[in-house]
């Protein structure tokens, strides 16, 4: 029996505290060039709810003041990021953000709560299943790139920065 405990400990308690990274694009004034790149760690459901209200209440602060100067900014996110982009959101709800927010959301559904805060707030949510359905190009150095694909790269870059 005790084995038994001893074992359900182990495997909840590794679910609970296992860390799977965040990654919020930011993108100032349509400058692909120059993207903020920032993440937060979620470390399952039990770490999240004794530490999670700070740790997200930090990253969005120091988010806030990576962009809040500029006149548009864009977010980019996946799926499994919408928690940590609310927090963000939520902060330049709070403080009256007068520019233009675009979210880009790689998922397969909308994430009510983002639908939520930016139509009160007048700012565009688009969702794309996968990153390469993302129309449009960017420059980068005078050269037009193809938007999604350029995306898809940030995407991986950000995740190897963060291990």
């Known amino acids: 029996m005790k084995k038994l405990i001893l074992a359900l400990f182990i495997i909840f308690g590794t679910l609970s505290f296992s860390a799977f990274d965040k990654v919020v694009i930011g993108v100032i004034n349509d400058n692909y060039e120059s993207p903020i790149i920032s993440g937060t760690i979620n470390r399952g459901g039990l770490a999240n709810l004794l530490f999670g209200m700070k740790k997200d209440g930090d990253f969005a602060k120091q988010m806030y003041q990576n962009l809040s100067g500029a006149d548009k900014v864009e977010f980019i996110i996946e799926k499994h990021d919408e928690s940590a982009l609310v927090s963000i959101l939520k ?4 403080n009256k953000y007068k520019g233009q927010i675009e979210v880009t959301e790689v998922a397969a559904s909308e994430n009510k709560n983002i639908r939520q805060i930016t139509t009160k707030n007048k700012w565009n949510y688009n969702i794309y299943t996968f990153t ?32």
């Open 91 to 94: 902060l330049f709800e709070k």
């Open 132 to 163: 390469r359905g993302i129309p449009g190009t960017i420059k980068i150095s005078d050269n037009d790139i193809n938007k999604g694909e350029f995306i898809e790269d940030l995407f991986q870059k950000a995740k190897k920065e963060l291990k």
